[in-house]
Structures are given as structure tokens and as C-alpha cells.
């Protein structure tokens, strides 16, 4: 059960777009279309932003979105606000029948 | 609107126990499996448990298996974390959350701190 590998921040200014990355294995990211994306900002719960690797809730706007190769899920801010700026967390459903968190990774909007 | 709401966290001497709840309303509970997420100070998520809907199975991580228990009393919108054996390694924010069918947490709860420390 390791943790997903997720960069541990990335930055960006206002406007620009951002990925992050999320890499796992093949009984996690690349056996299964069941990754999620949570964002969290300090001091709340994380909060549900991307699932079943590109679909948003209907509260996310699209500037998010997600995407998925091989073993690497990813996930992109486009048109970065002040607002964005947290941590983001990826996961994955494993061969185990378990759920997987990806390492975290702070956006930083300069 | 779904709500969580997490309770009985607090400050416990190493190798005591603790049990968490989880008071769930706005929605059909007993349709759902749930899940237990923590997060150590300044670190990041980690899955520890879940149950499915009408507790026939379930699963923990490596971490607690053998430790914690969870469990779920569906007449009363009640998710449950029995946590024996505590380390400091234990010390988290407790998440509960709702799973769906695709493995994805929808609505979580706010937390409950747990402090292993003599």
C-alpha cells in the first residue's frame, strides 16, 4: 500500500495553467479507471474535485480537469485564481480492494 | 443536504484505546459504504478503513489492521472506528466519508483529533 507519487508542489501566476502529476502502479492508476482528485485547503476536509479520472461534480468549474495515461493520472488548473491555492490529492481504487492517496501536492498561485 | 459529523476524539496515553463515531444524516445510509481517512500534523491522507453498506466486508490498511475496527449501526445513521493499541504514529485528524461505487469519497466530514502521547 505506498503512497501515489505526487511532486510536492508546483507554482504558478494568475491565469497560467498547472498540472500535477500522480504516479502509481499496474494494480492502482493503471489497472483501473477509479482515480479521484481532492483539494484541501488549510484547516478544512478535502474536498471532491475530479473522480473516475476526468468527470467533475457539477459545483467544480472547468478549469479542472483530469486525465489519465498508463500508470500517471493527472491533474490540470487552467486559468489559475488566487482561490486555487491548496493542497491537492490524488487516489486511486487498488487490486486490494482498498483506496490509495497520492503523496500531495501545495499549488502555490505567485 | 449530507452531513458527517465526527466525535469522540481526544487525548490517549500510547497503547490505550479510543472509539470514533460518525453521525451521518441527508441521505439513504444504509445504501452506502464508508470510510475512515486520516492525516497526521503537516502530513498528508491516508486511507485507513472501510465498510461496505451492510457490514459484510471490510477492509483496513496495513497500518491499523489488527488494531482498529470499524463498524456501522444503519438504525441509527452510525459509522463506528474502535482503535486499540494506539502508537504515537496514530496521532491524526480522523475523516469519515462516504464512498461511492467507483471508489471516490463525495462528502467528508470535518475531523476528529486524535492525540497518542504520554
Known amino acids: 500500500q505506498s503512497a501515489l507519487t505526487q511532486p510536492p508542489s508546483v507554482a504558478g501566476s494568475p491565469g497560467q495553467s498547472v498540472t500535477i502529476s500522480c504516479t502509481g502502479t499496474?494494480?492502482?492508476?493503471?489497472?483501473?479507471?477509479?482515480v479521484s482528485w481532492y483539494q484541501q485547503s488549510p484547516g478544512t476536509a478535502p474536498k471532491l474535485i475530479i473522480y473516475?479520472?476526468?468527470n467533475r461534480p457539477s459545483r467544480v468549474p472547468d478549469r479542472f480537469s483530469g486525465s489519465k495515461s498508463a500508470n500517471t493520472a493527472s491533474l490540470n488548473i487552467s486559468g489559475l485564481l488566487a482561490e486555487d491555492e491548496a493542497d491537492y490529492y490524488c487516489?486511486?481504487?487498488?487490486?486490494?480492494?482498498?483506496?490509495?492517496f497520492g503523496t500531495g501536492t501545495k499549488v502555490t498561485v505567485l | 443536504e449530507v452531513r458527517l459529523v465526527e466525535s469522540g476524539g481526544g487525548l490517549v496515553r500510547p497503547g490505550g484505546s479510543l472509539r470514533l463515531s460518525c453521525a451521518a444524516s441527508?441521505?439513504?445510509?444504509?445504501?452506502?459504504?464508508m470510510n475512515w481517512v486520516r492525516q497526521a500534523p503537516g502530513k498528508g491522507l491516508e486511507w485507513v478503513s472501510s465498510?461496505?453498506?451492510?457490514?459484510?466486508?471490510?477492509y483496513y490498511a496495513d497500518s491499523v489492521k489488527g488494531r482498529f475496527t470499524v463498524s456501522r449501526d444503519n438504525a441509527n445513521n452510525l459509522l463506528f472506528l474502535q482503535m486499540d493499541s494506539l502508537t504515537v504514529e496514530d496521532t491524526a485528524l480522523y475523516f469519515c466519508?462516504?464512498?461511492?461505487?467507483?471508489?471516490?469519497?463525495?462528502?467528508w466530514g470535518q475531523g476528529a483529533l486524535v492525540t497518542v502521547s504520554s
Open positions: 499496474n494494480f492502482d492508476i493503471g489497472a483501473y479507471n477509479r
Open positions: 466519508a462516504r464512498r461511492r461505487v467507483t471508489y471516490y469519497l463525495d462528502h
Open positions: 473516475e479520472v476526468s
Open positions: 441527508g441521505f439513504t445510509f444504509n445504501t452506502y459504504s
Open positions: 465498510i461496505t453498506s451492510s457490514s459484510s466486508f471490510t
Open positions: 487516489s486511486s481504487y487498488t487490486s486490494s480492494d482498498t483506496i490509495v
